[in-house]
């Protein structure tokens, strides 16, 4: 994990849209209907910014040829 700041992020923003899909589903209410278009979108971000490298890590610090 040498790009910390991007996975940090990544997983922050996994966590709120899986997070908030799940407090639709589960709250009880049966006229809650989940959106799940933003999850995916939200999903898609955080899986790029695991795979991204920050700004301030070099291509040798992060393990690329």
Do not use: C, H, Y
């Amino acid at each position: 994990m040498k790009s910390w700041k991007s996975t940090v992020f990544g997983i922050g923003a996994i966590l709120t849209a899986t997070g908030s899909i799940l407090q639709a589903l589960f709250d009880g209410n049966p006229n809650t209907n989940p959106d799940f278009a933003p999850l995916i979108a939200a999903l898609s971000a955080g899986l790029g910014l695991l795979f991204t490298r920050d700004n301030d890590v070099t291509s040798e610090d992060a393990g690329a040829k």
